[in-house]
Protein backbone atom coordinates (compact mmCIF):
# COMPACT_ATOMS: atom_id res chain seq x y z
CA UNK A 1 0.00 0.00 0.00
CA UNK A 2 1.09 3.43 -0.69
CA UNK A 3 1.96 6.58 1.93
CA UNK A 4 -1.45 8.14 0.65
CA UNK A 5 -3.43 4.82 0.82
CA UNK A 6 -1.78 4.34 4.37
CA UNK A 7 -3.02 8.06 5.56
CA UNK A 8 -6.28 7.72 4.15
CA UNK A 9 -6.68 4.36 6.09
CA UNK A 10 -5.55 6.31 9.29
CA UNK A 11 -8.12 9.04 8.56
CA UNK A 12 -11.05 6.70 9.19
CA UNK A 13 -9.57 5.77 12.52
CA UNK A 14 -11.53 7.13 15.14
CA UNK A 15 -8.43 7.16 17.96
CA UNK A 16 -4.74 7.07 17.91
CA UNK A 17 -4.89 3.65 19.88
CA UNK A 18 -6.72 2.91 16.08
CA UNK A 19 -3.87 4.36 14.28
CA UNK A 20 -1.08 2.76 16.39
CA UNK A 21 -2.96 -0.52 16.52
CA UNK A 22 -3.35 -0.51 12.75
CA UNK A 23 0.25 0.34 11.90
CA UNK A 24 1.93 -2.39 14.22
CA UNK A 25 -0.41 -4.81 12.68
CA UNK A 26 1.22 -4.19 9.57
CA UNK A 27 5.20 -3.30 10.98
CA UNK A 28 6.92 -4.38 7.81
CA UNK A 29 6.19 -1.08 5.95
CA UNK A 30 4.11 1.12 7.90
CA UNK A 31 6.90 0.53 10.62
CA UNK A 32 9.66 1.39 8.52
CA UNK A 33 7.74 4.58 7.11
CA UNK A 34 7.05 6.01 10.32
CA UNK A 35 10.67 5.28 11.12
CA UNK A 36 11.68 6.99 8.13
CA UNK A 37 9.67 10.38 9.01
CA UNK A 38 10.73 10.14 12.67
CA UNK A 39 14.05 9.55 11.54
CA UNK A 40 14.33 12.49 9.08
CA UNK A 41 12.35 14.49 11.71
CA UNK A 42 15.01 13.54 14.79
CA UNK A 43 17.76 14.77 12.43
CA UNK A 44 16.26 18.20 11.69
CA UNK A 45 15.92 18.82 15.38
CA UNK A 46 19.12 17.47 16.27
CA UNK A 47 20.53 19.80 13.24
CA UNK A 48 18.67 22.92 14.99
CA UNK A 49 19.81 22.15 18.55
CA UNK A 50 23.63 21.11 18.03
CA UNK A 51 24.46 24.44 16.74
CA UNK A 52 24.05 26.61 19.31
CA UNK A 53 25.76 23.87 21.47
CA UNK A 54 28.42 23.20 18.83
CA UNK A 55 29.04 27.34 18.78
CA UNK A 56 29.29 26.85 23.12
CA UNK A 57 31.84 24.15 22.61
CA UNK A 58 33.67 25.78 20.09
CA UNK A 59 34.05 29.56 22.40
CA UNK A 60 34.55 27.31 25.69
CA UNK A 61 37.36 25.21 23.75
CA UNK A 62 38.84 28.78 22.22
CA UNK A 63 38.73 30.70 25.86
CA UNK A 64 40.37 27.92 27.20
CA UNK A 65 43.68 28.59 25.09
CA UNK A 66 43.60 32.21 26.65
CA UNK A 67 45.86 31.22 30.24
CA UNK A 68 48.09 29.13 27.98
CA UNK A 69 49.07 31.72 24.70
CA UNK A 70 49.73 34.06 28.26
CA UNK A 71 51.88 31.75 29.63
CA UNK A 72 53.45 31.70 26.68
CA UNK A 73 53.83 35.10 25.67
CA UNK A 74 57.38 37.11 27.40
CA UNK A 75 55.50 40.75 28.38
CA UNK A 76 54.35 42.48 30.69
CA UNK A 77 50.37 41.95 31.93
CA UNK A 78 49.75 45.63 31.13
CA UNK A 79 51.49 45.34 26.93
CA UNK A 80 49.92 41.90 27.04
CA UNK A 81 46.44 43.22 27.79
CA UNK A 82 47.06 46.18 25.89
CA UNK A 83 48.05 43.84 22.09
CA UNK A 84 44.87 41.72 23.11
CA UNK A 85 42.21 44.07 23.04
CA UNK A 86 43.91 46.39 20.49
CA UNK A 87 44.17 43.84 18.02
CA UNK A 88 40.81 42.49 18.73
CA UNK A 89 39.10 45.98 18.75
CA UNK A 90 40.93 46.49 15.03
CA UNK A 91 39.55 43.11 13.86
CA UNK A 92 36.11 43.38 14.75
CA UNK A 93 35.99 47.16 13.91
CA UNK A 94 35.73 46.75 9.98
CA UNK A 95 32.27 44.27 10.52
CA UNK A 96 30.86 46.23 12.64
CA UNK A 97 31.54 50.17 12.00
CA UNK A 98 28.42 51.18 10.64
CA UNK A 99 26.06 49.37 13.06
CA UNK A 100 27.90 51.03 15.71
CA UNK A 101 28.08 53.91 14.01
CA UNK A 102 24.25 54.41 13.63
CA UNK A 103 23.81 53.56 17.49
CA UNK A 104 25.82 56.89 18.65
CA UNK A 105 23.21 58.73 17.78
CA UNK A 106 21.00 57.14 20.47
CA UNK A 107 23.59 56.64 23.24
CA UNK A 108 22.30 58.77 26.14
CA UNK A 109 24.98 60.66 28.63
CA UNK A 110 24.25 57.48 31.15
CA UNK A 111 25.12 54.99 28.59
CA UNK A 112 28.57 56.69 27.73
CA UNK A 113 29.49 56.67 31.33
CA UNK A 114 28.44 52.98 31.77
CA UNK A 115 30.41 52.10 28.62
CA UNK A 116 33.26 53.97 30.27
CA UNK A 117 32.46 52.36 33.71
CA UNK A 118 32.85 48.74 31.70
CA UNK A 119 36.07 49.70 30.05
CA UNK A 120 37.68 50.34 33.67
CA UNK A 121 36.52 46.85 34.66
CA UNK A 122 37.34 44.97 31.89
CA UNK A 123 40.85 46.52 31.56
CA UNK A 124 41.63 45.66 35.26
CA UNK A 125 40.30 42.51 34.80
CA UNK A 126 43.16 41.49 31.84
CA UNK A 127 46.02 42.94 33.50
CA UNK A 128 44.72 41.63 36.98
CA UNK A 129 44.11 38.10 35.61
CA UNK A 130 47.42 38.08 33.46
CA UNK A 131 49.23 39.26 36.59
CA UNK A 132 48.24 36.41 38.38
CA UNK A 133 49.58 33.81 36.37
CA UNK A 134 52.96 35.13 37.32
CA UNK A 135 51.95 34.02 40.49
CA UNK A 136 49.61 31.08 40.46
CA UNK A 137 49.29 27.71 38.49
CA UNK A 138 47.28 27.76 35.45
CA UNK A 139 44.19 26.02 37.11
CA UNK A 140 43.56 27.79 39.45
CA UNK A 141 43.90 30.84 38.31
CA UNK A 142 41.27 29.72 35.97
CA UNK A 143 38.88 28.42 38.04
CA UNK A 144 39.07 31.82 40.23
CA UNK A 145 38.70 33.86 37.43
CA UNK A 146 35.88 32.03 35.63
CA UNK A 147 33.67 32.00 38.38
CA UNK A 148 32.16 35.35 37.78
CA UNK A 149 28.84 33.49 36.87
CA UNK A 150 28.49 32.64 40.40
CA UNK A 151 28.97 36.76 41.14
CA UNK A 152 26.43 37.57 38.56
CA UNK A 153 23.56 35.55 39.56
CA UNK A 154 24.16 36.71 42.91
CA UNK A 155 24.54 40.37 42.28
CA UNK A 156 21.07 39.89 39.81
CA UNK A 157 19.36 38.79 42.84
CA UNK A 158 20.38 41.36 44.80
CA UNK A 159 20.35 44.15 42.89
CA UNK A 160 17.36 42.98 40.37
CA UNK A 161 15.54 40.78 42.44
CA UNK A 162 15.91 38.03 39.86
CA UNK A 163 14.82 34.51 41.37
CA UNK A 164 17.52 32.10 41.55
CA UNK A 165 16.13 28.35 40.31
CA UNK A 166 17.08 24.97 42.53
CA UNK A 167 19.50 24.17 38.93
CA UNK A 168 21.38 27.91 39.94
CA UNK A 169 21.60 27.57 43.18
CA UNK A 170 23.18 23.99 43.09
CA UNK A 171 25.59 25.27 40.22
CA UNK A 172 26.72 28.19 42.59
CA UNK A 173 27.08 25.63 45.20
CA UNK A 174 29.39 23.66 42.90
CA UNK A 175 31.15 25.87 41.91
CA UNK A 176 32.06 27.15 45.20
CA UNK A 177 32.95 23.93 46.11
CA UNK A 178 35.07 23.70 43.11
CA UNK A 179 36.92 26.70 44.22
CA UNK A 180 37.73 25.49 47.36
CA UNK A 181 39.16 22.27 46.55
CA UNK A 182 41.08 22.92 43.66
CA UNK A 183 42.83 26.14 45.92
CA UNK A 184 43.36 23.96 48.95
CA UNK A 185 46.84 23.95 50.61
CA UNK A 186 47.33 27.19 47.80
CA UNK A 187 45.39 29.96 50.38
CA UNK A 188 48.73 30.20 52.57
CA UNK A 189 48.38 34.53 53.29
CA UNK A 190 51.58 36.43 52.43
CA UNK A 191 52.41 33.70 50.16
CA UNK A 192 52.95 34.39 46.36
CA UNK A 193 50.18 31.73 45.34
CA UNK A 194 47.86 33.07 47.84
CA UNK A 195 48.75 36.50 45.91
CA UNK A 196 47.74 34.88 42.44
CA UNK A 197 44.81 33.45 43.42
CA UNK A 198 43.80 36.90 45.18
CA UNK A 199 44.01 38.49 42.07
CA UNK A 200 42.34 35.90 39.79
CA UNK A 201 39.50 36.26 42.58
CA UNK A 202 39.54 40.11 41.69
CA UNK A 203 39.52 39.51 38.10
CA UNK A 204 36.85 37.29 38.06
CA UNK A 205 34.60 39.95 40.48
CA UNK A 206 35.81 42.76 37.45
CA UNK A 207 34.38 40.71 34.92
CA UNK A 208 31.14 40.11 36.38
CA UNK A 209 30.76 43.78 37.22
CA UNK A 210 31.94 44.23 33.14
CA UNK A 211 28.95 41.77 32.92
CA UNK A 212 26.44 43.39 35.24
CA UNK A 213 27.05 46.95 33.32
CA UNK A 214 25.96 45.06 30.08
CA UNK A 215 22.74 43.33 32.06
CA UNK A 216 21.66 47.35 32.99
CA UNK A 217 22.37 48.40 29.37
CA UNK A 218 20.17 45.64 27.39
CA UNK A 219 17.51 47.79 27.09
CA UNK A 220 19.50 51.10 25.70
CA UNK A 221 21.99 49.75 23.22
CA UNK A 222 22.35 46.52 21.45
CA UNK A 223 25.15 43.53 22.44
CA UNK A 224 27.73 43.97 19.07
CA UNK A 225 27.69 47.93 19.98
CA UNK A 226 28.26 47.32 23.54
CA UNK A 227 30.87 44.77 22.88
CA UNK A 228 32.79 47.10 20.08
CA UNK A 229 32.41 50.72 22.79
CA UNK A 230 33.92 48.79 25.37
CA UNK A 231 36.51 46.96 23.73
CA UNK A 232 37.84 50.30 21.70
CA UNK A 233 37.52 52.02 25.79
CA UNK A 234 39.71 49.52 27.21
CA UNK A 235 42.04 49.25 24.37
CA UNK A 236 42.66 53.09 24.42
CA UNK A 237 42.85 52.83 28.66
CA UNK A 238 45.57 50.22 27.79
CA UNK A 239 47.59 51.44 25.82
CA UNK A 240 47.32 54.90 27.51
CA UNK A 241 48.37 53.48 30.77
CA UNK A 242 51.08 51.26 29.14
CA UNK A 243 52.43 54.58 27.36
CA UNK A 244 52.13 56.07 31.07
CA UNK A 245 54.03 53.56 32.56
CA UNK A 246 57.26 53.77 30.26
CA UNK A 247 56.85 49.80 28.83
CA UNK A 248 58.14 48.85 25.57
CA UNK A 249 55.65 48.12 22.82
CA UNK A 250 58.96 46.36 20.54
CA UNK A 251 61.30 44.75 20.99
CA UNK A 252 59.79 40.91 21.67
CA UNK A 253 60.31 37.61 20.51
CA UNK A 254 58.59 36.19 17.10
CA UNK A 255 57.10 33.41 19.53
CA UNK A 256 55.37 36.29 21.86
CA UNK A 257 54.10 38.44 18.69
CA UNK A 258 52.28 35.11 17.50
CA UNK A 259 51.13 34.34 21.18
CA UNK A 260 49.45 38.08 21.45
CA UNK A 261 47.98 37.61 17.78
CA UNK A 262 46.65 34.94 18.82
CA UNK A 263 45.12 35.59 22.03
CA UNK A 264 43.35 38.27 20.36
CA UNK A 265 41.80 36.23 17.28
CA UNK A 266 41.09 32.95 19.57
CA UNK A 267 39.57 33.53 23.05
CA UNK A 268 38.35 37.00 22.81
Request: with cysteine.
Amino acid sequence: MCPRKLVLKMGQCQSVTRIVSYVYARPTFYGNLLCYHYTQSTRRNLRLNLRPNLLLLVGVASVSFAAIFIRLADAPPLIIAAYRMGIASLLILPFTYKRVMSSLGGFTRRTIILIILAGVFLSAHFVLWITSLEHTSVASSVVLVTANPVFVAIASYLLWKEKLGRLSILGIIIAICGVIVISQGEFSFGSEVFLGNTLALVAGLLAASYLMVARALRDHIDAVSYLVSVYAVSAVILLVSAVVAGMEFTGYSATTYLMLVLLAVIPQ
